[in-house]
C-alpha cells in the first residue's frame, strides 16, 4: 500500500542520481532499471518513527548479554524480523563468561575512611537513570581480591607510560594503580600493571580525556559527568571469541556435540588482579591525598590539583572484587532474505545487540537501524522486489565481552562463509549521532563512497558525501579508514578474510555507561532521528549494489594502491633496525596487482555492455568474492595464530590501532631482523596469489568480451 | 688582594681557550695577551656569595618605582657602584605613573554577595609573604571607575577572540569580561574590552597557563598557587616612555629646562575602564557560576568545570578601581668605567631595578648581576686592567610601568647615544633559573655565541654553550632568538638602532607576583647560586670583548642572512593579498650585504695580521659602530613613529610577538596593496645604505692590508 506514496521524491531522486552517473558499477543495462526502482524504494521507505519505536524497544532495560532483559531484546529483534518477512535463526553458544556484574567495594582506607562511589548518579530528568536494574561500574575478566596498598598514577597505562614509570624509578610492585581511560584499550592497563607487579588496578575517565574540560557534561552535556563510569571487558587473550573454545565453535553443552573445551584455569592468560572502573568524582577523592613527585607535564589531567606519580605511605586504598565466571549461554539473532539468483553469495549486515546497560547508542542504535532496514526489505519482497543475492542480517549477543557471539557464529560457519561470504558490513552503534564516518577493506572503499553520493543526509537536500566531505574539510580523497579491531567485524575479516567495511553517524556518547539510554539518545545523540534513517538508506543501497550486480562491485585496483602505502610505512618501520631493506621487490607485484586490477575494471565496464552466459558470470563472481582469502595465511600471526588475515589485524600491544600488513609491523616492533626473509616470503605468496586470482578473472571476463 | 688567589683556574682557563679558538675575534695579537688576562680574571673572580648578599639587600621589600623604599634599593646600588670605583650618575625624570596601588574591591553581587580575594595569602615558610607592604594585584594605567554588570569569559582577550566571540553572537557591550592571562600583552585584553564596549575587565592566571596544571605550586612548587596575582602595566600607547613626553626625556619640573608637556587629558590612548588582575581561586568564584553557552574547546582552561561564554542575568559582578596618577620623581642609576683608549665608545649594560612586590627574579636577579660585574670590573681597573672603550653599566627605574626610565635617558642623549654607543645588553631578571637563552639583534649573534663557548657554567665543568644546546636538543644552529619588545633594549634597538642582545638563565617564576621574592629564589629559583656567577662572567666576557677588540666583533654578514629570512615571510604574508608580490628585488640587495659583509670578515682578520695606524682603526670602528643606524627611519612606523627601526619591533596587536621587518608587517596585517610601493622603496633605501656602509668599511681594511 504504501509504496506508491513517495512519487515526488521519487522523481528527485532520479534526477539526481543521472547527475552522479556512478551509481550502478557491475550492472548491466538490464539490471539498472531493477535496481533503481529498488534504490528508490531503500531510500524513501524508512521512516524515523519506525527506528525510533524499534530503538525505544530495544533500549527499555539494562541487558547484559546473559541476562533474562537480554533474552528478551532478542525476542523482540527475532519477532520484528519474523513479522517482516525474514527467516530467522537463533544460533546459541555456551560460552565462558562472567555471571554477572558480582560484587565490588572501594574505599580510602587512610588517611581516613571513606567508601568511594561507583555507580553513576540519579539524574531527575533522565527516568532511565533510576532504574535499579543498573549495575554498579565493573570491568568483565577482572581477576578476584581484596587488596589494600598505597597507590601510584600511571597515566593511561601503556607500555610506554609504565616504561617511563620504570625509568623514574617509580615500582608499582605491591600497590594498587591508577590508571585513566584512553590511549589503549583497558585490559592491556591492567595486564600491563599485572606485569609489574601491581596488586590492583582502578581505571578511571579523566574529566580532560571526557569530561567537563570537553564540553558541557550529563544531563547538561554529552561529556562524562563525575560519576560516569565505562564499563568494559579486559580480556586479551591471543585468540578471539569464548576464552575456552578458541578456533572452535561454543556449541552448547547440552546438544551432541563434539567440541573441545579447555579447562579456565588452562587458559595462561586470564587477567588475575581485581580491575574497576570509577568516575572522575571518586577518582579525585584518591589522587587529591596523593603526596609524591609531581608527573611529567604530559600526564597531567583535568582534575583541580598537580597530579602525582605516588601516594606516599600515609594514603591506603582498599579494592575488592568478587566476579563470579561460568558457563553462559548467548545466542545471535540472524534474518536472512533469499537470493533470488544466487543463494549461495552472502552479503551479511551485522551490529551486536548485548549492552552494558540500556545501550542506546552503543549497540542499539546500530540494532534498530537493521530492524528498519529489514521491514524495508521484507516490504519490498512482497512486492516482488528481491535481492539476487541472499541478504543476512545479523544481531550479536556478547560483543562487549570480547567480540564472543559473532566469533563462535564464524568458527562454526568458516567453510560456509569463506565460500559464500561476499562481503561484512559492520553497524555497531552506528546511529549515534550527525557526522558520518567509514573504515573498509580496500575493494569495498569505492562502494562506500560512491554509494555516499546516492544516499540522501536526513531531509534529502544534501547527500552523505556533500556532508561528509564538508565535515573533512573537503580533503582530495574522501577520509576512509583502515579496518582494524573493536568489533563483530573482526572475525570476519581478520579470520577468515571476508571484506569488510563499518559505516555510520556518531558523535561525543556517553560511552559504556549507564547513562548511554533512550533520554541521552532523543536530548543529544540525534534528537532529530536523523541517522537511524541515513545509514538505513546506506547500508540498503551497499547491500543492494552489491546483491543485484551483474558483476560484484569490488575493486581489486585498490588492493594494489592501499597495499603500497601500506608497504611504505613497513619499509620505514623495518628500515629503523635493519637499515638496508627495502620492499621494493614486494611493490613489484603490488603494482602488477594494480595494474590487473584496473584492467579489470576496464574490462568489467566492457563485458557488461554484452550478455554473457549466467556460467561465466557466476565463475567470474565467485573469483571476485574469493579475492581477498588471499590474504588467509593457515599459520597466523606470530602473535595470535588466530589473526589469520596478512593484510589487517588490531595491534597487540594496545589493542586498537588498525595494523595494515600485521605479521610485518609485528617483526618491526619486536626487531626481529632473523624474521624478515620468512614474512617477505609469505607475504609475496599472499600477494602472487591474489595478482594471478585478478589475472584469472582477467582471462575470464576477455572471452567475455 | 684577591687577585692570585685563583691560580688553578688560571691554568684550566686557558687550557680551555686555546680548544675553542673561537674568542678572540677582531683582537690582534698585542691585543689577545691582555683580553685573555682580562677573561681569566672575569670568569674567575665572580663569587656567589656576592651575588646573593647584593640580590639579598636589594630585595629586603617591595619597591615599586616612586616609592621610598625604591629610592632605598637605588642608593644601594648607587652606593655599591662608588664603592667599586665607578663614576656613577643619577639621571631624574618626573613622568606620570599611578602614585600608587590605589583602591580596588571586586565583589559578587548576585546570586549572593561574596567579596573576592586580591592579594596573596600569607605563607608561614616564606617570611616575606607577610610583609604588610606588598600591594593588591593591581594593573598600572587601569582605568578609574565603580561597574556592576553580568559577565563574559573572553579567553586570552586576543583581537581573533574578540572576533571569535561577536562571529557566536556574543556582545560584552554593558558586561565586564574575565580575560585569562596569555596570548597577548595584558594591556592589549583591556583595549579591545574597552573597544567592544565592556564596562570592567578582570584579568585572571588560568592554572592551565601557570598553575597546577603545569606543576606543584607554590610553596610546594614553582607554579601559581590559587592566590598568586600576575601585576603589571596595560599602557598600550602608539609611542614608548612617559606618556606626557612622547620622543622627549621627562626632565625634571623642578629644573631649569622646557621639556614640553603633554596635559594627561589630551593624551588619547589611556585605558579608560577599570581593569584588574586576580588570581585563579578568585577567578574560579565568578566562572563556576557562570551559566551560559560552552566555550570553544579551545577556550577551555583548566578550572574543574566546563567554561561558559556568558554569565547570564542572574550573576553579577562589581569592580571598583581608584587609581590616582601624578607626576612621579623617578631616577635611573648609571655607573661608568671610562675607557682608556676609546671614551667615546660606549658599551652599555642594564636592567631596571623598580620591581612590582620585591622583584628577586624579575628583575633584581639582573641588578645583583650587574652589581658583582661592577665589582669585578672595579678590581679590575685598581689592578690596572681597564677597558680600552667605555662600559656603562645602567639600572633604570620605572620599568614595569612600560620601559620608562630607560627610555627617558635614551630620550635625552638621543645624540650622544647615536653617536657614541657600541651596543646595548639587556638583563633583566637575567639570573632567575637553570636554562640559558638569548636574544640578538644579527650582528651580535656571533658575539654572543662564541663568548658562551668560552664561558663555564657553574662550577667550570661545562660551558654555557654545551649545557645550552644540550637543553635544546643539539640544533645545528644555535637557537639565538630575534629581539622585539618587552624591556629596555627597545628604546636603543627599536628608535634609536643600537645594535642590542639580551642574554640571562631563566626557569618558570612567579612572575610579577607578591611570591617572587628571596624566599623563592633560594628555594626554587636558583638554589645553587649557578645563574649570578655565569651570568656575570658572560656579560664581563661579551663587555670586554667590545670594549678590547682592535677592530669591533661587530658582524655585517648576519645582517644579510637574517634579512634573507626575513624577506621570505614577508613575501609570504604579502602574497596572502597581493599574489604577485615577490621580495626579490630588495633579495640583490640583501644578497650584496652578506657578501660584502663576508668580504668584510675576511679583510678584517687579514688586516688584523698587520698593524693599522690608530686613526684608520677608529675611522674603521666607527663605521662599524654604526651599521645598525641604517635601519633607523624618520618616518618610522604606519602604528608609531616613535618605532624607528625598520629592522625590529614588537607587534602593535599583541606587544608580544617579534616583528622583524614591521614597516612590511603591519601594512601586510591591514592588507594595504597600495602601500606596497612606499615600503619597499624605504626598505631599499635602508638596506642600500647599509651596504655602502660595510662597503666603505671594506675600502678602509683593503688600504690597510
Known amino acids: 500500500m504504501r509504496i506508491f506514496k513517495w512519487s515526488k521524491f521519487f522523481i528527485l531522486f532520479f534526477l539526481y542520481v543521472d547527475v552522479q552517473g556512478q551509481s550502478f558499477i557491475g550492472f548491466n543495462s538490464k539490471a539498472i532499471d531493477v535496481q533503481k526502482e529498488m534504490e528508490s524504494l531503500i531510500i524513501n521507505l524508512p521512516k524515523s518513527e519506525i527506528f525510533k519505536k524499534h530503538l525505544e524497544a530495544l533500549t527499555k532495560e539494562p541487558h547484559l548479554a546473559g541476562t533474562p532483559a537480554n533474552k528478551r531484546v532478542a525476542d523482540y529483534i527475532s519477532k520484528t524480523m519474523l513479522d517482516a518477512g525474514l527467516q530467522v535463526e537463533r544460533p546459541p553458544y555456551d560460552i565462558y563468561l562472567p555471571l554477572n556484574a ?19 548518579n540519579i539524574e531527575q530528568e533522565d527516568a532511565f537513570s533510576t532504574n535499579p536494574a543498573i549495575s554498579h561500574g565493573w570491568n568483565s575478566f577482572s ?20 616504561e617511563k614509570l620504570a625509568s623514574l624509578g617509580v615500582s608499582v610492585k605491591g600497590k594498587i594503580v591508577l590508571a585513566r581511560y ?20 582502578i581505571i578511571f575517565t579523566d574529566p580532560e580525556d571526557s569530561g567537563y574540560m570537553r564540553g558541557l557534561v550529563y544531563p547538561e552535556g554529552t561529556f562524562y559527568s563525575p560519576s560516569t563510569i565505562q564499563r568494559g571487558s579486559l580480556l586479551t587473550l591471543d585468540y578471539t571469541g569464548d576464552p575456552l573454545t578458541p578456533f572452535e565453535p561454543a556449541l552448547p553443552l547440552t546438544g551432541n556435540n563434539s567440541v573441545k573445551r579447555l579447562k579456565p584455569e588452562d587458559v595462561k592468560d586470564f587477567h588475575t588482579i581485581p580491575t574497576t572502573p570509577i568516575g572522575y568524582e571518586s577518582a579525585q577523592e584518591i589522587l587529591k591525598l596523593m603526596k609524591g613527585k609531581p608527573v611529567p607535564e604530559a600526564w597531567q589531567g583535568g582534575l583541580p590539583f598537580t597530579y602525582r606519580l605516588e601516594g606516599g605511605a600515609d594514603l591506603k586504598v582498599r579494592l575488592m572484587v568478587e566476579q563470579p565466571k561460568g558457563i553462559v549461554r548467548i545466542e545471535d539473532v540472524i534474518g536472512t532474505i533469499e537470493g533470488t539468483d544466487f543463494p549461495d553469495d552472502w552479503i551479511i549486515l551485522g551490529c551486536h545487540y548485548d549492552a552494558w546497560e540500556f545501550g542506546a547508542s552503543d549497540p542499539n542504535s546500530g540494532t534498530a537501524m537493521l530492524l528498519t532496514l529489514s521491514e524495508v526489505l521484507g516490504e519490498m519482497a512482497k512486492k516482488g522486489l528481491k535481492p539476487k543475492r541472499t541478504i543476512k542480517i545479523a544481531h550479536w549477543d556478547a560483543e562487549e565481552h570480547g567480540i564472543l557471539g559473532s566469533t563462535e557464529w564464524v568458527e562454526q560457519y568458516r567453510s560456509e562463509l569463506s565460500k559464500n561470504a561476499v562481503a561484512y558490513f559492520n553497524a555497531d552503534g552506528a546511529c549515534s549521532g550527525l557526522s558520518f564516518g567509514g573504515s573498509s577493506s580496500p575493494s569495498l572503499k569505492s562502494l562506500m563512497i560512491n554509494a555516499t553520493k546516492s544516499v540522501p543526509y536526513g531531509d534529502l537536500k544534501e547527500t552523505i558525501f556533500e556532508k561528509w566531505m564538508a565535515a573533512s574539510g573537503n580533503p582530495a580523497t574522501p577520509p576512509v579508514g583502515n579496518l582494524g579491531g573493536g568489533s563483530d567485524h573482526l572475525p570476519f575479516y581478520a579470520h577468515i578474510g571476508i571484506p569488510s567495511l563499518s559505516a555510520g553517524m556518531g558523535g561525543p556518547t556517553l560511552y559504556h555507561s549507564g547513562y548511554d539510554d533512550f533520554h541521552w539518545y532523543m536530548k543529544f545523540g540525534d534528537p532529530g532521528l536523523v541517522s537511524g534513517v541515513t545509514i538505513t538508506r546506506l547500508m540498503g543501497v551497499m547491500a543492494l549494489r552489491l546483491a543485484n550486480s551483474t558483476i560484484l562491485p569490488l575493486d581489486p585496483a585498490q588492493y594494489g594502491k592501499d597495499l603500497n602505502t601500506h608497504l611504505d610505512n613497513v619499509q620505514k618501520e623495518i628500515k629503523k633496525f635493519s637499515p638496508t631493506y627495502s620492499v621494493s621487490k614486494l611493490k613489484l607485484i603490488t603494482d602488477e596487482i594494480t595494474k590487473n586490477g584496473e584492467l579489470f575494471l576496464k574490462l568489467r565496464d566492457q563485458v557488461l555492455l554484452k550478455s554473457l552466459n549466467s556460467a561465466s558470470l557466476l565463475a567470474i563472481n565467485s573469483r571476485i568474492k574469493w579475492l581477498e582469502r588471499a590474504f588467509i595465511d593457515e599459520k597466523g600471526m606470530d602473535y595470535g595464530a588466530w ?43 599472499s600477494f602472487q596469489q591474489l595478482n594471478e586470482e585478478i589475472k584469472v578473472i582477467n582471462e575470464l571476463l576477455k572471452k567475455g568480451k
Open 643 to 685: 589473526y589469520k588475515s596478512l593484510y589487517a589485524s588490531s595491534d597487540p600491544y594496545s589493542g586498537y590501532a588498525s595494523w595494515m600488513l600485521p605479521g610485518f609491523l609485528y617483526l618491526a616492533s619486536n626487531k626481529e631482523t632473523e624474521k624478515i626473509a620468512e614474512w617477505e616470503d609469505r607475504y609475496a605468496k
Open 102 to 120: 558480582g560484587k565490588i567495594s572501594l574505599e580510602i582506607v587512610l588517611p581516613y575512611r571513606k567508601p568511594l562511589n561507583i555507580k553513576e
Open 143 to 162: 581477576g578476584n581480591g581484596d587488596v589494600m596498598a598505597e597507590v601510584v598514577y600511571v597515566n593511561y597505562g601503556t607500555k610506554e607510560d609504565f
Open 182 to 201: 584512553g590511549g589503549n584499550f583497558r585490559g592491556y592497563k591492567a595486564k600491563y600493571a599485572e606485569a609489574y607487579g601491581a596488586l590492583g588496578c
